[in-house]
């Protein structure tokens, strides 16, 4: 209802939305229109490492695990996420990780669902074997 410049921002473009701008009946013409769309590229050295184990992690082996796998390999570990049983503890333990950045958080109690370990990691030159095998030390 008042004059002046108006902008829309939007992630879809204009005409996916049927969008136009009124006043008095009339299509109103941008006096400027931009549209920004990023390059998209594939990178095949990030990958992902699932990891799943119906047995109990030893919580102690587990924490010096992945302190050591994200000091030596942080850099290109870019997300890690897990859920965890752990010896001795009758709740969940959830698990999220970026670069060489960890936190776990009692993830309350496992309520029926079925115990047991899952892991991910989301990087650059991951080492599934490795990553697998050393997950497999930490078992109780």
Not at 92 to 117: C, F, T, Y
């Amino acid at each position: 209802p008042q004059d002046g410049f108006y902008a829309a921002f939007t992630e879809h473009y204009p005409e996916e939305l049927d969008l136009r701008v009124r006043a008095g009946g009339a299509v109103i013409e941008p006096l400027l229109a931009a549209a920004y769309k990023p390059d998209h590229e594939h990178d095949d050295a990030v990958t992902s490492v699932g990891i799943e184990s119906e047995r109990a992690c030893d919580p102690r082996k587990l924490s010096e695990w992945l302190t050591k796998t994200l000091r030596e390999q942080g850099n290109d570990i870019f997300r890690m996420k897990g859920v965890f049983s752990l010896e001795g503890n009758p709740n969940r333990v959830i698990l999220q990780g970026v670069h060489m950045l960890m936190d776990a958080a009692d993830g309350g109690p496992w309520s029926g669902r079925e115990r047991k370990n899952s892991l991910v990691f989301i990087g650059r030159n991951l080492d599934r074997e490795s990553l697998t095998d050393g997950f497999a030390s930490c078992l109780a």
